[in-house]
Nanobody, 122 residues
């Protein structure tokens, strides 16, 4: 059974919105920082957003206001909402869980989902 199955990806028109979800199993969810990373055409995973186990949110680009991460510790889920999608948002989005401080740092995440594809069409 996959630990961090993601859902919500797909084909979306530019300017639209989508919500990605990750339902965590077999981990003590409220002990983990949760992050979202995107792998683009260059195959590099880059930080998008994270929320630590205190509930503090972190964003790669907080000024745009396009991304909102949230967690529900009762349901063991983490959600990423993205608005005003553009072509640069295209990629595979990965959910990750980690216990080490430093929620923006990819190396601090222990567990990864399989990824969900998001394609933004113009």
């Amino acid at each position: 059974q996959e630990l961090l199955p993601e859902s919500g990806g797909g084909l979306v028109q530019a300017g639209g919105s989508l919500t990605l979800s990750c339902a965590v199993s077999r981990l003590t969810f409220n002990h983990y920082n949760m992050g979202w990373f995107r792998r683009g055409a260059n195959w590099e995973r880059v930080f998008v957003a994270a929320i630590d186990w205190h509930g503090t949110e972190y964003y790669a680009d907080p000024l745009t206001g396009r991304f909102t991460i949230s967690r529900d510790d009762a349901k063991n889920t983490v959600t990423l909402q993205v608005t005003r999608l553009n072509s640069e948002d295209t990629g595979v989005y990965f959910c990750a869980a980690g216990r080490v401080a430093g929620a923006k740092i990819i190396e601090n995440y222990e567990y990864w989902g399989q990824g969900t594809q998001v394609t933004v069409s113009s």
